[in-house]
């Protein structure tokens, strides 16, 4: 089986979010309404992006975030490459309100130093997808 993943492939990112002690669910889904709304995440590069609160599992009742950038070359234009990120100074204008006036007051740590994990898309031959 050969695989295929790097350059030309989607890259997902998965953002975990802890709330704040006395936050309550309906305020951190109020603000993402407000942060869509304000179109903060209108980033070159990035396609796709959906909200997700856990219904099983480890993460019940918890939220994170998937965002769908359109390869590494897009999601390195905005973040850095992988061995040299760029400082939060060089972060997109948008994302620096979404991250320090929406987020922070909501969560139990810095939105720099939420649980995240980026993945890039691995596709195999005969993969539909692919």
Same mark, same amino acid.
């Given at each position: 089986? =050969?695989?295929?993943?790097?350059?030309?492939?989607?890259?997902?990112?998965?953002?975990?979010?802890?709330? @704040?002690?006395?936050?309550?669910?309906?305020?951190?889904? @109020?603000?993402?309404?407000?942060?869509?709304? %304000?179109?903060?995440? =209108?980033?070159? &590069?990035?396609?796709?992006?959906?909200?997700?609160?856990?219904?099983? &599992?480890? %993460?019940? &009742? %918890?939220?994170?975030?998937?965002?769908?950038?359109?390869? @590494?070359?897009?999601?390195?234009?905005?973040?850095?490459?992988?061995?040299?990120?760029?400082?939060?100074?060089?972060?997109?204008? =948008?994302?620096?309100?979404?991250?320090?006036?929406?987020?922070?007051?909501?969560?139990?740590?810095?939105?720099?130093?939420?649980?995240?994990?980026?993945?890039?898309?691995?596709?195999?031959? &005969?993969?539909?997808?692919?």
């Amino acid at each position: 089986m =050969s695989q295929r993943g790097g350059y030309g492939t989607p890259i997902y990112a998965v953002h975990e979010y802890e709330l @704040r002690e006395g936050v309550t669910p309906e305020a951190f889904e @109020r603000a993402v309404a407000q942060a869509i709304r %304000r179109n903060l995440f =209108s980033l070159p &590069g990035l396609v796709q992006f959906r909200f997700l609160k856990g219904i099983k &599992g480890e %993460r019940v &009742g %918890r939220y994170a975030a998937l965002w769908v950038f359109e390869n @590494r070359e897009a999601w390195e234009r905005l973040w850095g490459p992988l061995d040299n990120p760029y400082p939060k100074d060089k972060y997109p204008e =948008s994302w620096k309100i979404w991250e320090d006036e929406i987020l922070a007051p909501l969560l139990d740590r810095d939105p720099d130093r939420i649980v995240y994990t980026d993945y890039v898309e691995l596709r195999f031959e &005969g993969d539909e997808a692919g």
